[in-house]
T-cell receptor
Framework: LAKTTQPISMDSYEGQEVNITCSHNNIATNDYITWYQQFPSQGPRFIIQGYKTKVTNEVASLFIPADRKSSTLSLPRVSLSDTAVYYCLVGLLSGNTGKLIFGQGTTLQVKP | GAVVSQHPSWVICKSGTSVKIECRSLDFQATTMFWYRQFPKQSLMLMATSNEGSKATYEQGVEKDKFLINHASLTLSTLTVTSAHPEDSSFYIC????????????FGPGTRLTVL
């Protein structure tokens, strides 16, 4: 399973754009890149998933370069409620063999 | 869509007792369910993978006789912590994926277990 490396923590201010980069040098051909958000004492919440290039949804964008060895989660105009831990995961779920291994995640602190 | 529930949301028990935690996929059929444990200020640690109708696959270091997992239907998996001890106190989280969208896991809200 591909290992991921993220910054342990980041600070931002309300209204700013936040970019969190994740390194996954050993990503396999069939691996997807998925980002989750977790608040204290809650289960992780799916944010976005991609395979290559750029993916955008109503809450975030995911940028994946051609070599797929890294990815960047972009949160536009963050608010205080975006303070959470963000996890980047790489893996393929396929029937009986798929599983995801969580790294330490990035703790994002949004300040007023 | 893709809602996963857990019950109970929190439980307090005495040392030596067994506790069962349920994980349900409410609006999809979960061919695979995963169980995680999370200690304070730490990341999620995968405990086991369970497929409907099959025995669970446990991660290295996780005692299968202590953490019994049953995945008897496509919408329900249970984790039973047998003979619980204070060191088993943790936040237990399940996730589920479906055959139709096997590349995404959806997580339950978690269960806080406190063993006295």
């Amino acid at each position: 399973l591909a290992k991921t490396t993220q910054p342990i923590s980041m600070d931002s201010y309300e209204g700013q754009e936040v970019n969190i980069t994740c390194s996954h040098n050993n990503i396999a051909t069939n691996d997807y890149i998925t980002w989750y958000q977790q608040f204290p004492s809650q289960g992780p919440r799916f944010i976005i998933q991609g395979y290559k290039t750029k993916v955008t949804n109503e809450v975030a964008s995911l940028f994946i370069p051609a070599d797929r060895k890294s990815s960047t989660l972009s949160l536009p105009r963050v608010s205080l409620s975006d303070t959470a831990v963000y996890y980047c995961l790489v893996g393929l779920l396929s029937g009986n063999t798929g599983k995801l291994i969580f790294g330490q995640g990035t703790t994002l602190q949004v300040k007023p | 869509g893709a809602v996963v529930s857990q019950h109970p949301s929190w439980v307090i028990c005495k040392s030596g007792t067994s506790v069962k935690i349920e994980c349900r996929s409410l609006d999809f059929q979960a061919t695979t369910m995963f169980w995680y444990r999370q200690f304070p200020k730490q990341s999620l640690m995968l405990m086991a993978t369970s497929n409907e109708g099959s025995k669970a696959t446990y991660e290295q270091g996780v005692e299968k006789d202590k953490f019994l997992i049953n995945h008897a239907s496509l919408t329900l998996s249970t984790l039973t912590v047998t003979s619980a001890h204070p060191e088993d106190s943790s936040f237990y989280i399940c996730s589920a994926s479906s055959a139709g969208k096997a590349d995404t896991q959806y997580f339950g809200p978690g269960t806080r277990l406190t063993v006295l």
